[in-house]
């Protein structure tokens, strides 16, 4: 029971402003208890030593008065947690049932996942009551080597204690779309989201209930467990959960102050902010990041001050080097002088058919493609794919991440499997740490990932080639994909799988899409049974064979309905923005 026996703080007033009565002392109130080197009973300080429900007590210093309650809060009262704990930061280091808690840093007597470093937005410090994993309610792993974890006893704060949150948002998520409130039902497939009411056809812990403050409504599509996107349980059997990736970003770019004539050689404006609105760093520093355009070096481009410029004539525009160590570069707050703007007018949606999709690479088969990656979260989950353009360097998706400045400790890359969960002793995986990620250009989806050191080429890892800038590929090149995740009943879920598609030009592929595909995009369609990518294969590689070798010609992207007969499959087209993906290696 928590009433104070075990408290040994320094309180020596009662509830009432009485000043306690020394514990050696017998005036003005003779008592019974004699102090010990073991039982605390040190100076006048409050104490329980016969086990008072109240709490600690003490005899008082008022002949009137013989005892009182000295109203110190229990730890469980003064700790509270608000929504299901996440943030909860105090030091309660005990379960419900009294069981002490093991310590975060040791994996004795319970091994486990939460290894500190690699948590380090989630304190888990000593051994502290936490819930790095969006359960409930804080919990710990226990010392008892019977029991492996249980709860805590943490009573809900109340209205008043309730901290800042974040703005919700309807139409667009933010981040990891937590704050998210839209009414989206469907995964990026269009596979129907399970009501979270429901445990058929799948069971899970998120009931409502249990989680108010996450707006677990309906079969809405959200985000209670800190996921990368939002997500939801879906309807299908043998498809347990899926992203809802069709939910768009709300946009973080500012809004562009100036514009520019062709690819901004000829800029003299004096917008020094990038896209994302970090401050440009001078032209003439070398902090953080050495300039390799200078005032000097180029005096045909104008460097002054911090101003946007363009010195070797990059097709993306005027960028500049940042204050942000790290990010070396970026593209500035401007746009086209000639671009026109379609914002509030002229748009219309295909209506495209969601009732046939299937999931992910369908139609494939186990293959070897030693460039494909696996980007695994801090529980080591495989979540995107990439494809592996340099020995240190990964062109990914930006919608695998929640922005371009998401902590990376405990995200790694691996390579050399085709097993979707390998054994760790299996001979030629490579696991490597992420250290740092660049994003694209504005509208390129692109995301490049710098290891934390250089992969080892073998057979099982390689490079795959980048294109010639700009270069379109022939209508009729066949072309693979590859991916890890279900395949629907077409082939093995647990290995990496590869299929064959063919290469259209855009001008066939928009008969389909109404003129929506651009030139930064490119498509295919299946060469027999229905064949495409989706959860989980985002960020992989759609690579063709061109002169005796596989090139990276376009990459998986989300937001498409996936393996669909008689539709084609629309990917970013990587020869557009490979001066890109040079630029950033070569400044990275």
């Known amino acids: 029971m928590d009433n104070g026996v075990e408290y040994r703080g320094t309180v020596a007033i009662t509830m009432g402003g009485l000043t306690c009565q020394h514990w050696s002392h017998r005036v003005p109130n003779d008592h019974k208890y004699t102090p010990t080197l073991h039982n605390g009973l040190e100076e006048n300080f409050c104490r329980n030593p016969d086990g008072d429900p109240r709490g600690p007590w003490c005899y008082t210093t008022h002949p009137a008065v013989r005892f009182q309650s000295c109203g110190i809060k229990s730890c469980r009262e003064a700790a509270c947690i608000w929504c299901n704990g996440e943030d909860y930061r105090g030091s309660v280091d005990r379960t419900e049932s009294g069981r002490e808690c093991q310590r975060w840093d040791l994996q004795h007597p319970h091994p486990h996942p939460f290894e500190p470093g690699k948590f380090l937005d989630k304190d888990l410090d000593d051994n502290y009551c936490r819930n790095p994993d969006s359960s409930e309610r804080p919990w710990c792993y226990t010392t008892d080597p019977q029991v492996e974890r249980e709860f805590c006893d943490l009573p809900s704060c109340g209205p008043e204690a309730q901290p800042h949150q974040e703005a919700t948002t309807l139409n667009c998520f933010r981040g990891k779309g937590e704050s998210y409130r839209g009414t989206a039902n469907t995964t990026a497939a269009g596979v129907p989201c399970q009501r979270w009411d429901s445990q058929n056809p799948h069971k899970h812990r998120f009931a409502p209930e249990k989680y108010p403050c996450k707006d677990l409504r309906e079969n809405f599509c959200r985000n209670p467990d800190g996921s990368e996107a939002p997500w939801c349980f879906t309807t299908r059997p043998g498809m347990r959960v899926a992203f809802c990736y069709q939910i768009r970003r709300c946009t973080d770019n500012v809004r562009p102050e100036d514009c520019y004539y062709g690819t901004g050689e000829q800029y003299r404006g004096s917008v020094s902010k990038t896209r994302k609105g970090v401050s440009c760093q001078r032209w003439s520093a070398e902090t953080p990041h050495k300039s390799q355009f200078t005032p000097t070096s180029a005096p045909h481009a104008h460097l002054e001050e911090n101003f946007c410029r363009n010195p070797d004539g990059d097709s993306h525009g005027p960028w500049c080097y940042t204050t942000d160590p790290r990010t070396p570069f970026d593209y500035c707050a401007l746009r086209r002088c000639d671009q026109v703007l379609f914002e509030k007018c002229g748009k219309r949606d295909p209506r495209l058919d969601q009732r046939v999709s299937k999931l992910r690479v369908v139609g494939g088969q186990p293959g070897n493609s030693p460039w494909t990656v696996s980007l695994r979260n801090r529980q080591g989950q495989h979540f995107c794919g990439g494809s592996l353009v340099k020995e240190q360097w990964v062109l990914t998706a930006q ?154 010609e376009g990459m998986i992207i989300p937001a498409r309905v996936c393996a669909r007969p008689r539709w084609p499959a629309v990917f970013m087209r990587v020869s557009v923005f490979v001066d890109w993906i040079h630029k950033a290696i070569r400044l990275g």
């Open 399 to 552: 919608q695998c991440f929640p922005s371009c400045h998401v902590p990376l400790l405990g995200y790694e890359v691996w390579l050399g499997t085709m097993f979707q969960s390998p054994k760790p002793t299996e001979p030629g995986l490579q696991r490597v740490p992420i250290a740092k990620m660049v994003c694209g250009p504005p509208d390129s989806q692109f995301l490049l990932l710098k290891l934390e050191r250089p992969v080892t080429l073998n057979q099982r890892v390689a490079l795959i080639c980048l294109p010639p800038e700009r270069y379109v590929v022939p209508p009729g090149t066949k072309c693979e994909i590859a991916g890890w995740g279900e395949t629907k009943g077409t082939g093995n879920n647990s290995v990496l799988n590869v299929a064959s598609l063919n290469v259209i030009s855009n001008q066939d592929c928009n008969v389909k899409y109404r003129g929506r595909v651009q030139e930064r995009e490119m498509c295919t369609k299946d060469l027999l049974a229905p064949v495409g990518a989706c959860e989980g294969d985002y960020g992989g590689p759609l690579a063709c064979f061109t002169h005796d070798c596989w090139v990276l």
